[in-house]
């Protein structure tokens, strides 16, 4: 740990998102899918993001870290995980509505904390793996005019403290760096760490935490939008034939239709 | 002269060393479909430090008019120019609809550019049709099992399209487009870009396998791996292949990665394995002849983009499909 002066707050944006291997059931007006049955984890993107906060605060002991979630009740479940993982404060906007919430209704809720809250630096997942849209934090920084890479696979923070160096993955191996002044929101690629489990004393901590929790004001933003007209489940692009059977006579039936067409001999 | 009727559809031009990236002309595809719908005119937005070369190749390919906007400090790319740059634009020309790839590039910019321009933002487009009167756009959600028709309320409307979704517009005979080229100052004031190199090297071999079978989160173990590359070893010229998640965590090489960010592929036979089927990776696979998907989910995404699917668990069908391939002859 790096002793010195060094004070920073740092806040992470955390999303709540559905197993991967979830049944998505889609609702009588084809409007949403039925979230009931599903069981959710921390979006995969978002850990990293956290990853890379913590990273930051055990090098400087004085770095404030805070968490924040927009979502229903159970949110704070991942907030509650983020503490446990060493987060020291967790806040959650309310919003529990049984629709689509466009990326510009997330992002406002953020910026309305953000106006009373100061912090260095934000990060966010690049995208949540659900709805995989990459732009709430973009539009968040945006929104309150903070520089913005996404992206972002490396970071640092400049020792004076008033800029952070960056590098984001383009595709084709590519990798661009930027040096960004601070305050400044980075949002993270998936994968380019190996977020921490939660540590006994840690989640005894986050148990008892205190959860501030603020109701999102989704009516009262006339922002322009983008609206969820209906959800269908994908068409099929190709025939999709479905081996049946045994798990001997698939693999037989497979057999044959790829020395049918020849891809074995 | 645009008529009055008419609206604009503006495409950004993504482009490294001086070259179109493929994206673009899938994304003159989509403005040509937006147009049939509602007419509009067609602008490919150029910006760089050197734009000649680029407007020559985008307007002789698509016979699209450009606006080739050049920026001394955009030797390198940065975001706070092109935000600035092109709503500037924008708001001299009133473009209806901005379409931008989904790239890493494209996602870079595009939802601060909606917020400036107090635009919709649209991203991850697939495909789009007419609901109403307006246009509808298609894009994947929940793991591409589900898609949403959205909407968006208000013109204008910025989209990131998907590379691969669409066919590459490249019209036979087209005569070249006429190239506007503009020479403005912007000097960014947050961002500084410091440089792009190459750290991950493709090679092509995965590019040229006429075989690729492709492991996915599905595989559970690093230890299951053996039983890909045993199942890629019984097709000649066969290839082993992965989805970014295993190339994240180490258990695969970057060149082996097929997706958005890895290797564009089309062998004779893809045979995906415990792969979800998430838009990024189909992005690298979609040209593939024949799909084979095994996934343990029967709703895996993959299964709608599959010739044959078998809904088992990757370690056990691989075993027994291996056992049954070693009888065979005897």
Same mark, same amino acid.
């Given at each position: 740990?790096?002793?010195?002066?060094?004070?920073?707050?740092?806040?992470?944006?955390?999303?709540?998102?559905?197993?991967?291997?979830?049944?998505?059931?889609?609702?009588?007006?084809?409007?949403?899918?039925?979230?009931?049955?599903?069981?959710?984890?921390?979006?995969?993107?978002?850990?990293?993001?956290?990853?890379?906060?913590?990273?930051?605060?055990?090098?400087?002991?004085?770095?404030?870290?805070?968490?924040?979630?927009?979502?229903?009740?159970?949110?704070?479940?991942?907030?509650?995980?983020?503490?446990?993982?060493?987060?020291?404060?967790?806040?959650?906007?309310?919003?529990?509505?049984?629709?689509?919430?466009?990326?510009?209704?997330?992002?406002?809720?953020?910026?309305?904390?953000?106006?009373?809250?100061?912090?260095?630096?934000?990060?966010?997942?690049?995208?949540?793996?659900?709805?995989?849209?990459?732009?709430?934090?973009?539009?968040?920084?945006?929104?309150?005019?903070?520089?913005?890479?996404?992206?972002?696979?490396?970071?640092?923070?400049?020792?004076?403290?008033?800029?952070?160096?960056?590098?984001?993955?383009?595709?084709?191996?590519?990798?661009?760096?930027?040096?960004?002044?601070?305050?400044?929101?980075?949002?993270?690629?998936?994968?380019?760490?190996?977020?921490?489990?939660?540590?006994?004393?840690?989640?005894?901590?986050?148990?008892?935490?205190?959860?501030?929790?603020?109701?999102?004001?989704?009516?009262?933003?006339?922002?322009?939008?983008?609206?969820?007209?209906?959800?269908?489940?994908?068409?099929?692009?190709?025939?999709?034939?479905?081996?049946?059977?045994?798990?001997?006579?698939?693999?037989?039936?497979?057999?044959?239709?790829?020395?049918?067409?020849?891809?074995?001999? | 002269?645009?008529?009055?009727?008419?609206?604009?559809?503006?495409?950004?031009?993504?482009?490294?060393?001086?070259?179109?990236?493929?994206?673009?002309?899938?994304?003159?595809?989509?403005?040509?479909?937006?147009?049939?719908?509602?007419?509009?005119?067609?602008?490919?937005?150029?910006?760089?430090?050197?734009?000649?070369?680029?407007?020559?190749?985008?307007?002789?390919?698509?016979?699209?008019?450009?606006?080739?906007?050049?920026?001394?400090?955009?030797?390198?790319?940065?975001?706070?120019?092109?935000?600035?740059?092109?709503?500037?634009?924008?708001?001299?020309?009133?473009?209806?609809?901005?379409?931008?790839?989904?790239?890493?590039?494209?996602?870079?910019?595009?939802?601060?550019?909606?917020?400036?321009?107090?635009?919709?933002?649209?991203?991850?487009?697939?495909?789009?049709?007419?609901?109403?009167?307006?246009?509808?756009?298609?894009?994947?959600?929940?793991?591409?099992?589900?898609?949403?028709?959205?909407?968006?309320?208000?013109?204008?409307?910025?989209?990131?399209?998907?590379?691969?979704?669409?066919?590459?517009?490249?019209?036979?005979?087209?005569?070249?487009?006429?190239?506007?080229?503009?020479?403005? #100052?912007?000097?960014?004031?947050?961002?500084?870009?410091?440089?792009?190199?190459?750290?991950?090297?493709?090679?092509?071999?995965?590019?040229?396998?006429?075989?690729?079978?492709?492991?996915?989160?599905?595989?559970?173990?690093?230890?299951?791996?053996?039983?890909?590359?045993?199942?890629?070893?019984?097709?000649?010229?066969?290839?082993?292949?992965?989805?970014?998640?295993?190339?994240?965590?180490?258990?695969? #090489?970057?060149?082996?990665?097929?997706?958005?960010?890895?290797?564009?592929?089309?062998?004779?036979?893809?045979?995906?394995?415990?792969?979800?089927?998430?838009?990024?990776?189909?992005?690298?696979?979609?040209?593939?002849?024949?799909?084979?998907?095994?996934?343990?989910?029967?709703?895996?995404?993959?299964?709608?983009?599959?010739?044959?699917?078998?809904?088992?668990?990757?370690?056990?069908?691989?075993?027994?499909?291996? #056992?049954?391939?070693?009888?065979?002859?005897?």
């Amino acid at each position: 740990m790096v002793s010195g002066l060094f004070e920073m707050k740092i806040l992470v944006c955390v999303k709540q998102v559905p197993e991967s291997d979830s049944s998505f059931i889609i609702d009588n007006l084809q409007e949403w899918i039925y979230k009931e049955p599903l069981s959710y984890k921390m979006n995969r993107f978002d850990e990293s993001a956290l990853e890379e906060a913590l990273s930051i605060r055990d090098r400087y002991k004085s770095v404030g870290l805070d968490v924040l979630s927009v979502g229903p009740e159970n949110s704070k479940d991942i907030i509650r995980r983020a503490l446990g993982m060493g987060a020291d404060a967790g806040i959650h906007i309310f919003c529990d509505a049984d629709r689509y919430i466009n990326p510009f209704l997330t992002a406002s809720c953020i910026v309305s904390y953000m106006k009373d809250n100061y912090y260095d630096l934000i990060f966010t997942g690049a995208m949540s793996e659900d709805y995989m849209q990459g732009q709430v934090g973009p539009l968040a920084a945006e929104m309150t005019g903070l520089p913005c890479v996404s992206f972002v696979v490396k970071q640092e923070i400049s020792p004076d403290q008033k800029s952070i160096y960056v590098e984001r993955e383009l595709d084709g191996g590519l990798i661009e760096s930027f040096k960004l002044t601070l305050p400044a929101l980075i949002t993270i690629q998936g994968g380019i760490n190996k977020p921490r489990y939660p540590s006994l004393s840690n989640v005894l901590r986050a148990n008892r935490a205190e959860i501030r929790t603020i109701n999102a004001d989704l009516d009262g933003n006339t922002d322009p939008k983008q609206i969820n007209s209906r959800i269908t489940i994908p068409e099929k692009r190709r025939e999709g034939y479905v081996l049946s059977g045994s798990v001997q006579e698939k693999a037989a039936k497979l057999i044959r239709i790829l020395s049918q067409k020849a891809f074995i001999t | 002269m645009r008529k009055a009727v008419q609206k604009l559809i503006f495409i950004i031009a993504e482009h490294h060393e001086n070259k179109a990236k493929s994206v673009v002309f899938e994304l003159a595809a989509c403005a040509d479909k937006i147009k049939r719908i509602c007419p509009a005119e067609i602008k490919v937005i150029i910006l760089g430090s050197e734009t000649k070369k680029l407007s020559f190749e985008i307007t002789h390919t698509t016979g699209l008019d450009a606006v080739a906007i050049e920026i001394n400090e955009l030797a390198l790319y940065n975001a706070e120019i092109y935000k600035t740059v092109i709503n500037n634009l924008a708001a001299e020309l009133s473009p209806s609809f901005i379409i931008i790839g989904h790239t890493p590039r494209g996602l870079d910019f595009a939802s601060g550019l909606a917020v400036g321009m107090k635009a919709a933002c649209i991203t991850g487009v697939e495909g789009l049709s007419e609901a109403e009167g307006k246009i509808c756009f298609k894009r994947q959600m929940f793991y591409g099992k589900i898609n949403a028709h959205i909407t968006a309320d208000s013109e204008p409307v910025i989209i990131t399209v998907q590379p691969g979704a669409f066919e590459p517009y490249k019209p036979d005979n087209a005569s070249p487009g006429r190239v506007e080229t503009r020479r403005v #100052e912007c000097t960014p004031k947050f961002i500084r870009a410091k440089g792009i190199r190459r750290c991950k090297f493709q090679d092509s071999s995965i590019s040229e396998a006429k075989v690729i079978v492709s492991a996915g989160n599905g595989i559970g173990a690093k230890e299951n791996l053996d039983l890909i590359y045993r199942l890629a070893g019984i097709f000649p010229g066969s290839a082993v292949g992965g989805s970014r998640i295993l190339i994240d965590r180490g258990w695969l #090489e970057y060149r082996q990665q097929i997706g958005l960010t890895g290797a564009q592929v089309a062998p004779e036979l893809y045979i995906a394995c415990g792969i979800s089927g998430a838009s990024q990776h189909l992005a690298g696979m979609r040209g593939s002849g024949f799909v084979v998907a095994i996934n343990r989910d029967p709703k895996a995404a993959i299964f709608n983009e599959s010739d044959v699917c078998v809904v088992e668990d990757i370690k056990k069908f691989i075993h027994v499909f291996l #056992e049954e391939y070693g009888k065979r002859g005897i």
